[in-house]
């Protein structure tokens, strides 16, 4: 590694472990059995990166019902529900956290755009709970979610080290800007093994396995 950083912020879903075909899975069938008729494509594409309630107004336009509540009770229960039967750690991931925690001297941290309370289930099913202990950040309990770098910005300040001096791992462009408006460097994850998604976007680097990056200190 050309530079030595202070801390590294990890987002969750995509990076540490695969969620997103679940969580996108269970929500496409909500949304088809509320009315709206999409692909899998293109549920992935408005959603992935997002919190489901960023995009209420064009959930409520598509299926001409009100985003309750209730529907986002029922819509974390099944998606939990599934993400327990099913949940895979990213290949490489925990290797990664384990070598960046040994780097920085523990100064790591979750930040995700998930609800809190996912994104603890997932690290703890992924065994990364001793490293991560209680520098996880919900992008749902800052003023702003991404793309904007509040989730960030909190992680950072949690860890005591600036912005500039900290290293973040996304796998999508909005998680991207988040951290690179948080004056962060970044990291683009792209398993899929292009780097498509981060076209125009100053990524630092792009990577494909999780082995390059626990090889990186």
């Not at 009770?73 to 327990?84: E, K, T």
Request: with cysteine; hydrophobic share 45%; net charge negative.
């Amino acid at each position: 590694m050309s530079q030595k950083f202070d801390a590294v912020l990890f987002d969750c879903d995509g990076v540490l472990v695969d969620s997103e075909p679940i969580t996108n899975g269970v929500l496409r069938q909500m949304l088809v059995e509320a009315g709206w008729s999409l692909s899998q494509t293109d549920c992935e594409r408005i959603f992935i990166g997002k919190a489901v309630r960023d995009e209420r107004a064009r959930i409520e336009l598509e299926t001409g019902r009100p985003l309750t509540e209730e529907w986002m009770r029922a819509f974390y229960a099944r998606r939990d529900q599934r993400l327990r039967a099913e949940l895979k750690t990213m290949a490489g991931a925990l290797d990664a956290v384990i070598a960046a925690h040994r780097h920085t001297a523990g100064r790591i941290a979750c930040a995700s755009g998930a609800d809190k309370a996912k994104v603890v289930m997932q690290i703890d099913m992924a065994g990364m709970a001793p490293y991560f202990e209680d520098r996880i950040f919900s992008g749902h309990d800052q003023p702003r979610s991404k793309p904007h770098p509040d989730v960030y910005l909190a992680a950072a300040a949690h860890v005591g080290v600036h912005p500039e001096r900290c290293l973040v791992i996304e796998d999508t462009a909005t998680g991207v800007r988040a951290g690179l408006d948080a004056g962060a460097t970044v990291w683009g994850y792209c398993p899929a093994g292009h780097g498509r998604a981060f076209e125009g976007l100053p990524v630092a680097r792009v990577f494909h396995h999780m082995d390059e990056l626990a090889r990186a200190w």
